[in-house]
């Protein structure tokens, strides 16, 4: 069974840099078949795609955000990461890490718990 | 880039009644859409994919439909834990996007 996990500061100051970072268990990053994708939630609103890595690295990104956005991988670790720079407090959301499965229309399929982060000084 | 026009953004339905979601793109996605629930505090969970798919595990009563711009999510018989907020997902050229949310309440 497929097990992520988000961690990371609950708390960041406005223009730093939020990260977070997505431990995978019950299944390896390196042995390909997925994307790992980040999502968030704003309190109270609907989801908002992030963005998401395959393990060979290479990444796609929400338009929206993609200035500002840095999705990264550690095979080593079965780790993926997400580095958002400059943040506000419309940063303040749940973030999510996700599995992607390779079907037609990208299902995710296993996600973690999610975390709270919040932008203020 | 694609949108997704969810509705209702909200519904009221009775146990028993068939429940009825849908999802218009604002273009021709294939079959390249999901569906989701999402229960207060939870992350979402996988029901449906590619359009008509369950996915392992997921009630029978609960099915999708539809392809090129209009879609359909239905759960036949609606049960006291279905109380949830439903999405659409689509995927469209390496990029995702989620329609707006439909909260369903007991009556």
């Known amino acids: 069974q497929v097990q992520l996990q988000e961690s990371g500061p609950g708390l960041v100051k406005p223009s730093q840099t939020l990260s977070l970072t997505c431990t995978v268990s019950?299944?390896?990053?390196?042995?390909?078949?997925?994307?790992w994708s980040w999502i968030r939630q704003h309190p109270g609103k609907g989801l908002e795609w992030i963005g998401y890595?395959?393990?060979?690295?290479?990444?796609y990104y929400n338009p929206s955000l993609k200035s500002r956005v840095t999705i990264s991988v550690d095979t080593s670790k079965n780790q993926f990461s997400l580095k958002l720079s400059s943040v506000t407090a419309a940063d303040t959301a749940v973030y999510y890490c996700?599995?992607?499965?390779?079907?037609?229309?990208?299902?995710?399929?296993?996600w973690g718990q999610g975390t709270l982060v919040t932008v203020s000084s | 880039d694609i949108q997704m026009t969810q509705s209702p953004s909200s519904l009221s339905a009775s146990v028993g009644d068939r429940v009825t979601i849908t999802c218009q793109a604002s273009?021709?996605?294939?079959?390249?859409l999901n569906w989701y629930q999402q229960k207060p505090g939870k992350a979402p969970k996988l029901l449906i994919y590619d359009a008509s798919n369950l996915e392992t595990g997921v009630p029978s009563r609960f099915s999708g439909s539809g392809s090129g711009t209009d879609f359909t999510f239905t759960i036949s018989s609606l049960q006291p834990e279905d109380i949830a907020t439903y999405y659409c997902?689509?995927?469209?050229?390496?990029?995702?996007?989620f329609g707006q949310g439909t909260k369903l309440e007991i009556k």
């Open positions: 273009q021709d996605i294939s079959n390249y």
């Open positions: 890595i395959y393990y060979s690295g290479s990444t």
């Open positions: 996700a599995r992607v499965s390779f079907s037609d229309s990208a299902p995710h399929d296993y």
């Open positions: 997902q689509q995927y469209d050229n390496l990029s995702v996007t």
């Open positions: 019950g299944g390896s990053i390196s042995s390909g078949g997925y994307y």
